[in-house]
């Protein structure tokens, strides 16, 4: 069989968008999927050296230096040995456990062989094993990417934190804001949602068959099994080990996860929708790239490309993220094997959030701010200082201001410096408040800076 193209690939996140998912196959490809399996089945043997049980006697420093390599310089070939395994036996967990024995008989641990996999179930091992690559992926890969766009914006905002810009509610002239507020917005907004998130743990399951250590128990049952499972995911594994379980993980952690995500990439796109906005609003220009082609067959076309191409697949990773967090915690019974070919895929919205993520970064770095349109477009709107005016105009006891400046921005079809600077002139009001009134500009009506002082 020929090597495996990119170019062959079913799924464009190994194929057109390889090189920007590749980090993720480290923690979600079928080679990682069996790597953690043998790093949760090496983990759970070592720990039963603990125990001092006449059976399993305590490994030594260079033993157990030994079994940790087995998982730490995993490599392809090991995955295609455990592959060739199942192919004979059908059986994927199980193609881990004969992997590891191997090992062990190589190492001259063949009393320790039948201790492989003891009193275990598959979902001990693929329920710990999910939730340690997930972690992984979320802390080394995936966070990263997230924080680089949060720096990226909150550079933006304090670049921009004095720009003047009209706003615009339900798409109409309103009420001056600046670009930066407007931007740290998202980064407020996306920090907030990520200080929830680190609050969900990465759970596990681990208890035998249905969850009660049962094999465990009948073969040794003056253990604290519950005790020394807690050690093996919370402390060695670094997870959170749900207690009272059926043969699977509840999956409530990894569907709060899910949703976690989902609000995260949700305020992504409405970022990425007013980004592409305020460049079509000619806000924004794009940096051209020397060679680049815009469209097919309009020559001056410069697409906002990036942002689209970021919403797109934000939007593929919440539609999957929405069917794991809805699906995987509904198990009949005590099991059924549904959320078995589901969890395969947790990589998939990540991979598409990644790509979202990447190519939001890529179009934010190449946005640069058009300030003579931002001014073009306050001085063609001094309509929105009618509500700084009549609400001064309140506070001296005018009276209907409101109305007084409904009418004046209402029956002008060009408002403009000159018509608001006579309506202030016959004004009854003092000289110091009419000179208040007429410092106001669609320029400087901009409110309070709400950003922290120290970005």
């Not at 060739?84 to 024995?101: L, M, R, W």
């Not at 201790?115 to 999910?130: E, K, R, Y």
């Not at 807690?230 to 899910?258: K, M, P, W």
Request: glycine letters at 6%.
């Amino acid at each position: 069989m020929e090597p495996f193209s990119p170019l062959e690939a079913v799924s464009p996140m190994d194929g057109r968008y390889r090189r920007a998912t590749a980090p993720l196959s480290a923690y979600f490809s079928e080679a990682a999927l069996i790597r953690y399996r043998v790093w949760v089945e090496v983990e759970y043997l070592l720990a039963l050296g603990t125990l001092e049980l006449p059976q399993i006697p305590p490994f030594s420093a260079e033993q157990t230096t030994k079994l940790r390599d087995v998982y730490l310089n995993f490599t392809l070939e090991d995955a295609r040995r455990v592959k060739s395994i199942e192919a004979k036996i059908n059986h994927d967990v199980k193609a881990v456990e004969y992997f590891i024995k191997e090992k062990l008989e190589a190492a001259g641990l063949d009393e320790y062989l039948e201790f492989v996999h003891f009193g275990l179930t598959s979902q001990d091992i693929n329920n710990t094993a999910m939730p340690l690559a997930l972690k992984e992926a979320w802390h080394k890969v995936m966070l990263p990417a997230l924080d680089q766009v949060v720096d990226l914006l909150e550079q933006l905002a304090r670049q921009w934190r004095a720009q003047p810009m009209l706003a615009r509610t339900h798409g109409q002239p309103a009420s001056p804001t600046t670009m930066g507020k407007e931007l740290y917005v998202f980064v407020e907004r996306i920090r907030e949602q990520l200080r929830l998130a680190t609050g969900i743990p990465f759970a596990a399951k681990f208890g035998g068959a249905t969850g009660n250590f049962n094999a465990h128990h009948a073969a040794y049952p003056g253990v604290d099994w519950i005790a020394f499972a807690d050690r093996l995911v919370n402390e060695t594994l670094g997870l959170q080990r749900s207690r009272v379980t059926t043969q699977i993980e509840h999956y409530d952690h990894l569907g709060a996860f899910c949703d976690s995500l989902k609000r995260i990439n949700t305020i992504l796109l409405d970022l990425n929708r007013d980004i592409w906005t305020y460049i079509s609003l000619d806000y924004f220009k794009q940096e051209i790239k020397a060679g680049e082609v815009g469209s097919s067959t309009m020559p001056h076309k410069v697409n906002p490309i990036d942002f689209e191409n970021s919403e797109g697949n934000l939007g593929l990773a919440n539609a999957v993220l929405e069917h794991l967090a809805a699906k995987l915690p509904i198990s009949r019974l005590q099991r059924d094997l549904t959320d078995s070919t589901v969890s395969r895929n947790l990589g998939v919205p990540l991979a598409h959030a990644l790509v979202g993520l990447k190519s939001l970064l890529r179009g934010l770095s190449k946005i640069r701010l058009n300030e003579t349109k931002l001014r073009q477009d306050l001085e063609a709107n001094w309509a929105v200082v009618a509500e700084g005016i009549q609400t001064i105009l309140r506070r001296e006891g005018y009276p209907k201001p409101y109305e007084a400046l409904k009418e004046l921005t209402r029956t002008h079809d060009h408002m403009n410096e000159q018509v608001l600077a006579q309506f202030i002139r016959q004004l009854e009001v003092s000289p110091e408040v009419k000179a208040q009134l007429a410092r106001i500009t669609p320029h400087t009506y901009i409110g309070v800076d709400t950003l922290p002082a120290e970005i």
